[in-house]
């Protein structure tokens, strides 16, 4: 059993989610927890629309685009995702919650960037044959209320996954979102930006699985951002500490919290 983690870049458009479905194809007869980011910028596009809705400023616009966004996705894959429930969902948050804190209200609203992209992905996967089941990660990551930064109970959090996970896995893949989380009394949480990885690690941990894979657009981990010097070299190994030491001083290649679960 592996757990896959893809990151927003990798989903950013049409043909990304089909490589997502190329790259699971190389790995048949393997059990899979497949974990997802929302889809390209997404989660700036739903922080600046939270952000105007908390300021009382004009968010259609941006709304509308971000369905936009999504419905092309959608179309190209030829596949059929209720887009309207989610902007339906974005839009009762935003309204509905109106006179909540500020990051309680960010993550009641920007999680669902994650919920749309692993709906496309799942509907996707299952249109090609790859049998998964989508399932919602809210139901198996018990957080504390830090808002914008869950702290998850990894006790009830593992339970969770264990029994609710391990029976689906016998017969077909799991798609999850990243990033986020509940709390005991049912409000969404999110557990930091690039938080993602996290959840992988989570799933890995709770499962006891034999890897965690975290797909990027990269060759590996390498010894500096090749976005800014083109003259970076892959990096052959790594140990555990390195890797914390390298996401504690800003390497941003992993989140910070993704090492210790594994
Ligand atoms: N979508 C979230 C973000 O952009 C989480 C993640 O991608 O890991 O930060």
Same mark, same amino acid.
């Given at each position: 059993?592996?757990?896959f983690?893809f990151?927003?870049a990798?989903?950013?458009?049409?043909e !990304?989610?089909? $490589?997502?479905?190329t790259?699971?194809?190389?790995?048949p007869g393997?059990? &899979?927890?497949?974990?997802?980011?929302?889809?390209?910028?997404?989660?700036?596009?739903?922080e600046?629309?939270?952000?105007? /809705?908390?300021?009382?400023k004009?968010y259609?616009?941006? &709304?509308?685009? %971000?369905?936009?966004?999504?419905?092309?996705?959608?179309?190209?894959?030829? #596949?059929?995702? *209720?887009?309207?429930?989610?902007?339906?969902?974005? #839009?009762?948050?935003?309204?509905? $919650?109106?006179?909540?804190?500020?990051?309680?209200?960010?993550?009641?609203?920007?999680s669902? =960037?994650?919920?749309?992209?692993?709906?496309? %992905?799942s509907?996707y %996967? $299952?249109?090609?044959?790859?049998?998964?089941?989508?399932?919602? /990660?809210?139901? %198996?990551?018990?957080?504390?209320?830090?808002?914008?930064?869950?702290?998850?109970?990894?006790?009830?959090?593992? *339970?969770?996954?264990?029994?609710?996970?391990?029976p689906?896995l016998?017969n077909?893949?799991?798609?999850?979102q990243?990033?986020?989380?509940?709390?005991?009394?049912g409000?969404?949480?999110? &557990?930091?930006?690039? !938080?993602?990885?996290?959840? !992988?690690a989570?799933?890995?941990s709770?499962?006891?699985?034999? !890897?965690l894979?975290?797909?990027?657009?990269?060759? =590996?981990?390498l010894? /500096?951002?090749?976005?800014?010097?083109?003259?970076?070299?892959? &990096?052959?190994? @790594?140990?555990?500490?390195?890797?914390?030491?390298?996401?504690y001083? =800003?390497?941003?290649?992993i989140?910070?919290?993704?090492i210790?679960p @594994?």
């Amino acid at each position: 059993m592996k757990v896959f983690k893809f990151g927003g870049a990798s989903v950013k458009d049409a043909e !990304g989610v089909k $490589n997502v479905a190329t790259i699971i194809n190389r790995f048949p007869g393997e059990q &899979l927890v497949i974990v997802v980011s929302a889809m390209g910028k997404s989660t700036n596009a739903l922080e600046v629309i939270v952000q105007n /809705a908390f300021e009382d400023k004009a968010y259609q616009d941006e &709304l509308n685009q %971000l369905y936009d966004y999504h419905k092309n996705i959608v179309e190209t894959l030829q #596949i059929h995702v *209720e887009l309207n429930y989610f902007i339906d969902l974005i #839009i009762q948050q935003l309204e509905g $919650n109106r006179k909540m804190a500020f990051p309680k209200y960010y993550d009641q609203v920007v999680s669902v =960037g994650e919920l749309i992209s692993s709906s496309i %992905l799942s509907a996707y %996967l $299952n249109s090609v044959g790859i049998n998964n089941e989508w399932t919602d /990660a809210r139901e %198996l990551i018990l957080t504390d209320d830090t808002w914008r930064a869950g702290i998850v109970d990894t006790t009830t959090t593992v *339970e969770q996954i264990e029994t609710k996970i391990i029976p689906i896995l016998t017969n077909k893949h799991i798609v999850t979102q990243g990033f986020i989380g509940r709390t005991i009394n049912g409000y969404t949480t999110t &557990l930091g930006r690039e !938080g993602s990885d996290y959840t !992988g690690a989570i799933f890995a941990s709770a499962l006891d699985a034999e !890897g965690l894979w975290i797909w990027k657009d990269v060759p =590996g981990v390498l010894n /500096a951002d090749p976005k800014l010097f083109n003259d970076a070299v892959k &990096l052959p190994e @790594l140990t555990y500490y390195e890797a914390i030491e390298m996401t504690y001083y =800003g390497a941003s290649v992993i989140h910070p919290k993704t090492i210790q679960p @594994l």
